[in-house]
């Protein structure tokens, strides 16, 4: 091997190496919590903070999340919100539990029951961190696109917030992408 294409081999290494040490480190998979109580899940939820996404680009605050238990086990999901001409908005939709999770994997869809079918209209939500007095979630998905920090009450202290973020970043979310809901 000619000493040219021996330093070229190395400088095409040592490129590729600094390249792979430059991209951000993933956890593994987005880990939920061990297990939920659908019975105190259930209720109300304020939105603290989302990263942006398409479905929610009109609210401009005072977002909710209301979760009602079926006789069927499925869970009845009604999100609001306040839109620009300040009326609220309201999405209907339903929850199912993803089999052997515990409770903490569900799938959402929003779009009509005709449609329930078509695996493209479901939505993974997994919740992966929940106080232990179920007042504060973290809802993630296992691409890392979405992210929801939820609450009973409509503001959080610092410290609530802030553990609840900490624990998406140590997940491997990019939550300097939050955004601070707005709550009257």
Do not use: H
């Not at 259930?42 to 479905?55: D, L, T």
């Not at 009845?76 to 052997?100: F, P, W, Y």
């Not at 973290?138 to 691409?143: A, D, F, M, R």
């Not at 939820?150 to 992408?177: C, H, I, M, W």
């Amino acid at each position: 091997m000619s000493t040219q294409l021996a330093r070229r081999l190395f400088s095409s290494l040592m490129l590729v190496c600094a390249a792979t040490a430059a991209l951000p480190t993933l956890a593994q998979e987005v880990v939920t919590v061990p297990s939920v109580d659908l019975k105190r899940y259930v209720g109300k939820w304020y939105e603290i903070a989302r990263f942006p996404n398409s479905f929610q680009k009109k609210c401009i605050g005072n977002v909710t999340a209301e979760y009602r238990a079926r006789a069927d086990g499925d869970i009845d999901v009604v999100n609001r919100c306040k839109v620009e001409s300040g009326v609220l908005d309201q999405a209907d939709g339903l929850a199912r539990i993803t089999e052997g999770s515990n409770n903490t994997k569900l799938q959402v869809r929003f779009a009509p029951a005709w449609l329930a079918w078509f695996p493209l209209v479901w939505g993974d939500y997994w919740i992966i961190d929940l106080d232990p007095d179920y007042s504060v979630a973290t809802v993630g998905t296992p691409s890392r696109d979405y992210l929801w920090i939820l609450s009973r009450k409509p503001a959080l202290s610092t410290a609530e917030y802030e553990a609840a973020v900490n624990n998406a970043t140590k997940q491997g979310f990019d939550t300097s992408k939050l955004v601070k809901t707005l709550q009257q």
